[in-house]
């Protein structure tokens, strides 16, 4: 009795390991990607097969230099990409669920902050933050 029990508990727990496990598969396989909108002019700031795998890194990496170090350059700039990735449609990278940044990262499962405080659209006007962040308190301190 108690054995047919802890199988029939086993099986359930394997079907819902099986539905938990299937999305993140298929993510990380990189099959069926969403269809995304091809970027302005002839091509991105680097590769596109490098884009694809390390935009994220440039960009991190660049918004710490920029914070740290107040250096910046404008290649990896993310204004630049909103401005050669905004849609033809919205005008925006993430808008609607099928804007350029947004549709890829929905069906990746990544979600983004970075809209909170820099615009998903090409503008003239400086990006608004409602609070200075620590790091720029620190960077004060330190030039006192
Ligand atoms: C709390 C507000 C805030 C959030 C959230 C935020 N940033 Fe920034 N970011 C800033 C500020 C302020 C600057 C410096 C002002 C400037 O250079 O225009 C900046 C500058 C940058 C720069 C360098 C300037 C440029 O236009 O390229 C990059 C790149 C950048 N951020 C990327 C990101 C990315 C990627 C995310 C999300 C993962 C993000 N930021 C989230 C406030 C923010
Ligand atoms: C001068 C315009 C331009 C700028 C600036 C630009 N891109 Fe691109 N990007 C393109 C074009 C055009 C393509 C498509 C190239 C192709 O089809 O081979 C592309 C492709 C990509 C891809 C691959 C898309 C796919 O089909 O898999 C990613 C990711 C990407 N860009 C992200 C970025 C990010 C992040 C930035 C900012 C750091 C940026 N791009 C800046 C024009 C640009
Ligand atoms: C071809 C698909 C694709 C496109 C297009 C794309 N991304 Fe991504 N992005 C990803 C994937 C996949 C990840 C998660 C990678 C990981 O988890 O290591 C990611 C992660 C990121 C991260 C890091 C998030 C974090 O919290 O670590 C940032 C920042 C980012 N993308 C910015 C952008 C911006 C800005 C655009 C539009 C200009 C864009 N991406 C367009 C696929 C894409």
Sequence with gaps: MASIRTWMRLALLAGAAMIFAAPVLEASAGVDLPKIEKGKGEKCVEETQFMRRNHM???????????????????????????????EKTGSVAASKDDFCA???????????CWDCHATKPMKKPIQVAQPSPRMDLAKESVK
């Design 103 to 113: 549709s890829c990262h929905r069906y990746a499962s990544v979600k983004l902050d």
């Design 57 to 87: 890194e440039l960009l991190k990496h660049h918004r710490d230099e920029t914070m740290r170090k107040g250096i910046r350059t404008t290649k990896h700039s993310l204004k630049k990409c909103v401005e050669c990735h905004a849609s």
